[in-house]
């Protein structure tokens, strides 16, 4: 599409409605979705909820499969959004609010020049125990306009970050997930890309299309260890990840 900045625009216009603006709905290919976004948290930094990371999405088998999907993808992270432990989130007018299970890492200058696996863990100075908490305003068969909608996001809750443990191996972290006490799943880090280090990898290499790149002292959002699970008034979710810790939130009306 020729007029991305025109695109961006409408979208910003119609920013607190619910899905894409009709005439742009089913028209937008991937490129497209992911310039829209970029564009549009730009919008949001000038009126000071300023990006503070990234998430990387659909790195997991089982949540492509749920979505549709056959690759990663990405959207932003905002200031206003990112809660702490304990959150008691009001869902009453959220539009399918579902929640992931991720680790969320922050990130120093080495990502920059990172290649490899090792260099990807000497780029995190902290990683967190954390939710990500996304909404289907946008059908994700419609993947542009959902990817232009920042690819499903809502927000963040994060858990105690700590440095890295010496021994850690990211690939076997074990997730175990529980809402209202009782336990809905578990997977361990290989569910992500092989190992929640290689999203810093492919993150860094895709903004690349986009005249986009990593920030140190960002956060980037890893990808779900399990799929996404919907979220009921009520509920209570907690999400415990062997070596780095526990978060959790409650949903309200």
């Not at 232009?148 to 927000?155: F, P, R």
Request: charged content about 25%; glycine content about 8%; overall charge negative.
């Amino acid at each position: 599409m020729s007029n991305i900045a025109e695109v961006a625009e409408a979208f910003w216009e119609a920013r607190n409605a619910v899905g894409v603006p009709n005439r742009y709905a089913n028209i937008l290919d991937a490129d497209d979705g992911f310039r829209v976004q970029i564009l549009m948290q730009e919008f949001r930094d000038r009126e000071g909820d300023m990006r503070i990371g990234w998430k990387v999405a659909a790195t997991n088998p089982a949540v492509q499969q749920q979505l549709g999907i056959t690759e990663p993808a990405f959207g932003s992270l905002r200031t206003s959004r990112n809660y702490p432990n304990g959150h008691e989130l009001a869902i009453a007018e959220l539009v399918q609010p579902h929640a992931e299970c991720e680790i969320c890492f922050e990130i120093t200058a080495d990502i920059l020049s990172a290649e490899t696996l090792d260099n990807a863990r000497a780029s995190v100075l902290k990683c967190f125990p954390a939710f990500e908490l996304i909404e289907k305003r946008v059908p994700i068969t419609d993947f542009g306009g959902a990817m232009a909608d920042n690819a499903e996001h809502t927000a963040i809750v994060l858990g105690k970050g700590i440095p890295i443990p010496a021994d850690l191996d990211f690939s076997k972290v074990e997730c175990r997930l529980e809402v209202d006490g009782e336990t809905v799943g578990s997977a361990d880090g290989s569910a992500v890309l092989g190992n929640p280090l290689n999203s810093l990898l492919w993150l860094k290499e895709r903004l690349k299309r986009y005249d986009a790149k990593l920030v140190p002292g960002s956060l980037i959002m890893t990808g779900s260890f399990l799929r996404q699970q919907p979220i009921h008034a009520g509920d209570r979710f907690v999400a415990h990840f062997s070596g780095i810790g526990s978060v959790e939130f409650s949903a309200v009306d």
